[in-house]
């Protein structure tokens, strides 16, 4: 029996094998360092650190932006409006992409339109239809007020975007708009990835079509949805730019999620310190969210 | 098996990536675009002119042309340096300028607000520009301007842009209802009410931010002390005459119900000023800038300019002004030919340009009398005589000392009215909280 070789003999084979094409990956591997690596490894010093208002960290090794963080009146309500926001519009783009899959998953004719048509807002910039919703929105100016007292649906104009119910409400529907589009193709790309032969032995066996969408769609579509959800959900708690251009987060902080908070301590208030601490709180927060919905993901995949 | 033969063995991994990363390789080894060759570096360099960097805030559409002619001409005028405009967008040139700051790369000059001139300058990172710009250079500007650019007595910033402010108000349907030219806070109340009728026409632009200073500044009247801090460094916004301007304007937003909704989220540029300019408001206090606006957006428009109103007849009339400063980054290199082009941006030529392009108030004294600024035969010249005599009283909002925690302050007073116009709090409660939470966070409770 050949005793197997050791790490670094293993090493050494394998640069001694492989050296030019490791010292060709250095450029890329140096790119990872810096673009990646780097910005977080500055966000967690400088969370840690005393910061001037020039964002220069001046001494290192300090709890005292968390606990300032901790001590904010405003965290809770932020916190909560972040939460609202994140879960909140993913489950609406959950309820109106899934049943919009199925339907463009049916054979009809105009199919290929509608598509297109659905890709539309999705292929839009954000911060465009940001803008472009603001001025719908607006109070005075804004088509919607003007289609909605045109029909007789309301007498005065509502300034949608200064109430904090309808501002917030506002910003769920533009972050909606935007994304559901991509999550409904998704959807129908796992719909045309199911094979079509399970239905017809589901049809053989006398199954009806709720049955159909029960014990076949649903199960083939989990790790779709799992994937699906879970992204739409981190890119929503780092959601800034529909906020940031329909509200700036106003009134009274009301409409601001942690993304658009941390901007503002750090870039209104000059609180650099409490805006990398808060940065640094949502980046574990996300990975531990993306950890633990992958083990269960797994979980499920085993069961 | 049929892993081996179809999967990627590292070898071959390793040999996509590495050509994958062959061409970053060739890039990084090559040179710049527009770098010099390197056999040509050596002796022009040290006859090169000295590069110097403006970053100009955008105050309109004409900014960049109208700037760029003026760096163009500098270029011209000399060979000691040539100078690069970059113009940003306001809302984020105040970050733009921090990042490049923090990270060793400032501008060796920037504009931007007052308040950035006292926050850069509270971490030494704008130069003192007393000596470079000299005394004789500096007698030529209006002594406010240079105050207000003034810390600890020395010149930070050269005065930019001067805005002493006024009320705007529609003659036509002034004259339809027989009323007079407000005065007062009563006048004015009396007028929005007579003419307010929603949503065709508005009677009064109310507003956060600039709005709560000239309440402010019209309960005190001219002449008395109009900043919000007392001597010790507490807030006044909570005092007699504090909670009497939200009042005021509470009631104009909530009893009389004569401004455009939702006051608490309205910006003076993009909704009261074209609400005005539409001709769906009566009256608005803005700035300087407003006639030359008007005169290219609504040219037919019968309107007039007042002082700003006080709550009582027998006060004098304050206003109030947000200087802008050009200042130079401490981290300039180049400090002398940096001055040069500063002498040069503010000769009298080129401010006369700036003050009839931009329709603001001209900080340089010859300008202000120049015949071609306050032309007989413009229709614009009495609004300009207008201010530059509001120029002589006008309160410098950025009036040191003023506190690191400025923007912060000035968001618990906007939450304030906030709170009040969206009928949450009363205006004594919700100002008595603003102060506390300001003295709290000026470490005074």
Same mark, same amino acid.
């Given at each position: ?191 045309? /990835?199911? #094979?079509?032969?399970?239905? $017809?032995? &589901? ?8 049955? *159909? =969408? +029960? ?33 700036? /987060?106003? #009134?009274?902080?009301?409409? $601001?999620? &942690? ?8 870039? *209104? =208030? +000059? ?33 | ?445």
């Amino acid at each position: 029996m050949l005793a197997r070789p050791g790490f670094l003999h293993r090493l050494r084979e394998e640069w001694a094998e492989n050296q030019l094409a490791y010292w060709l990956l250095v450029p890329s591997i140096l790119g990872f360092a810096i673009f990646l690596v780097f910005p977080i490894a500055n966000m967690i010093v400088t969370a840690f650190s005393d910061v001037d208002i020039m964002a220069h960290p001046t001494h290192f090794g300090t709890f005292q932006n968390f606990i300032d963080l901790a001590h904010d009146e405003r965290m809770p309500m932020i916190i909560r409006q972040t939460c609202l926001y994140a879960f909140g519009t993913v489950l609406i783009e959950v309820i109106i992409a899934f049943p919009l899959a199925l339907i463009l998953n049916t054979h009809f004719p105009g199919r290929s339109l509608a598509k297109a048509l659905l890709l539309i807002p999705w292929a839009m910039p954000y911060a465009v239809s940001a803008i472009t919703w603001k001025w719908i929105f607006h109070g005075q100016m804004g088509s919607l007020n003007y289609l909605l007292s045109e029909v007789g649906i309301i007498k005065d104009y509502v300034v949608w975007l200064g109430n904090p119910g309808t501002a917030f409400a506002a910003a769920m529907f533009v972050e909606v708009w935007s994304s559901v589009a991509f999550m409904a193709i998704t959807f129908l790309a796992g719909l045309q /990835g199911i #094979p079509p032969h399970i239905y $017809d032995a &589901a049809k053989m066996d006398g199954a009806g079509a709720w049955q *159909e =969408f +029960r014990d076949m769609t649903v199960p083939q579509m989990r790790n779709v949805f799992m994937i699906v959800t879970l992204l739409s959900i981190i890119w929503a708690f780092r959601s800034f730019a529909v906020i940031w251009i329909l509200t700036k /987060g106003d #009134p009274i902080f009301r409409t $601001d999620i &942690a993304a658009t908070y941390l901007y503002k301590l750090a870039f *209104e =208030f +000059r609180h650099f310190g409490q805006g990398f601490a808060l940065s640094v709180c949502l980046f574990v927060v996300l990975t531990l969210f993306s950890v633990i919905y992958t083990r269960l993901l797994g979980a499920q995949e085993g069961a | 098996m049929q892993n081996q033969k179809n999967g990627l063995s590292r070898r071959n991994f390793l040999k996509v990536m590495a050509m994958a990363s062959a061409p970053l390789v060739l890039a990084a080894c090559a040179a710049p675009a527009g770098a010099p060759a390197s056999g040509t570096q050596g002796g022009a360099a040290s006859q090169a002119p000295v590069e110097l960097r403006f970053v100009a805030m955008d105050y309109d559409s004409r900014m960049q042309p109208d700037t760029q002619a003026v760096m163009d001409a500098f270029n011209k005028s000399q060979t000691a340096s040539t100078v690069k405009l970059e113009v940003v967008g306001w809302p984020d040139g105040r970050n733009l300028l921090l990042t490049q700051i923090s990270g060793g790369q400032a501008p060796d000059i920037f504009n931007g607000s007052g308040q950035w001139c006292l926050e850069f300058t509270s971490a030494k990172e704008t130069a003192p520009l007393d000596d470079l710009m000299g005394k004789e250079f500096l007698d030529n500007f209006w002594e406010s301007g240079i105050k207000a650019m003034t810390v600890d007595g020395k010149l930070y910033g050269m005065p930019y842009f001067l805005d002493p402010r006024g009320l705007y108000y529609r003659t036509d349907l002034f004259t339809e209802k027989g009323l007079k030219a407000p005065e007062t806070w009563a006048d004015v109340r009396e007028a929005a009410k007579a003419i307010s009728n929603p949503p065709d026409i508005y009677g009064f632009g109310v507003g956060p931010d600039d709005y709560w200073w000239y309440a402010w500044i019209g309960a005190i009247g001219a002449g008395n002390d109009l900043a919000p801090w007392t001597q010790d460094g507490h807030s006044r916004i909570a005092s007699e005459e504090g909670i009497a301007a939200v009042q005021f304007l509470t009631d104009i937003v909530l009893t009389d119900k004569t401004s455009q909704p939702s006051p608490q989220n309205a910006n003076r540029d993009s909704d009261l000023q074209p609400l005005f300019l539409g001709k769906k408001m009566a009256m608005l206090e803005t700035g300087s800038w407003m006639p030359t606006i008007i005169s290219h957006d609504a040219p037919d428009m019968q309107y007039d300019l007042a002082q700003l109103p006080v709550a009582k007849a027998d006060m004098k009339h304050p206003n109030v002004f947000w200087p802008d400063a050009v200042m130079m980054a401490n981290q300039s290199k180049q400090k002398e030919q940096a001055a040069d082009l500063l002498k040069f941006m503010f000769n009298a030529e080129n401010r006369l340009q700036f003050a009839l392009q931009r329709g603001v108030i001209p900080e340089r004294i010859d300008v202000g009398k120049d015949p071609k600024y306050v032309d007989p035969n413009d229709p614009l010249t009495k609004y300009k005589e207008f201010y530059v005599k509001e120029l002589a009283t006008a309160h410098n909002v950025f009036q040191t000392p003023w506190p690191a925690t400025g923007s912060e302050d000035q968001t618990s007073v906007t939450n304030a009215l906030a709170h009040i116009w969206l009928g949450e709090m009363s205006v004594a409660d919700a100002l008595t909280a603003a102060a506390k939470e300001i003295d709290t966070r000026h470490k005074l409770t």
